[in-house]
């Protein structure tokens, strides 16, 4: 019986642990264009600046998010929030590892016409029932 109780001790020991739904490693690229600016990650400075002055007409930011968690059919929500938590723009996808397009002339109007230079880019499960539960990705500036 004494050997017993070390057995399923050590057979239980990795059903307790209190981190392993923090084990998965989230990345995301930010492309403008075709033309990758930074990866990310969660423990990496999520700000990038984009001058006003280089926008052609068709110019875009591009994101493509992963995590080591496999999900066939999850869908999410990259959601653009300007100052004052207003909602700017929303990209869905389904499935991980695709690359989400925004309009930057959508962000440059949305800025010429407000006067606010800043945006959030946050990635949201669509599944969570807590809508706060969105990922900052990226903070941008367009200058």
Do not use: H
């Not at 397009?101 to 949201?124: A, G, W």
Request: aromatic share 12%; net charge positive; proline share 3%.
């Amino acid at each position: 019986m004494k050997k017993i109780i070390p057995i399923l001790f050590l057979l239980l020991l990795p059903f307790y642990s209190k981190s392993s739904p923090l084990d998965t490693i989230s990345t995301w690229k930010v492309y403008y264009n075709n033309s990758l600016i930074k990866n990310f990650s969660e423990n990496t400075n999520n700000s990038i600046v984009i001058k006003r002055k280089q926008y052609k007409t068709g110019d875009y930011l591009a994101i493509k998010y992963s995590d080591d968690t496999p999900c066939e059919d999850c869908k999410y929500a990259f959601v653009v929030i300007g100052e004052g938590r207003l909602e700017v723009s929303r990209r869905e996808s389904k499935g991980k590892d695709k690359l989400i397009k925004i309009d930057l002339k959508e962000l440059i109007n949305f800025r010429d016409t407000t006067n606010q230079p800043s945006f959030v880019i946050y990635l949201y499960e669509l599944e969570d029932k807590n809508k706060n539960n969105g990922k900052r990705l990226v903070t941008l500036k367009i200058d």
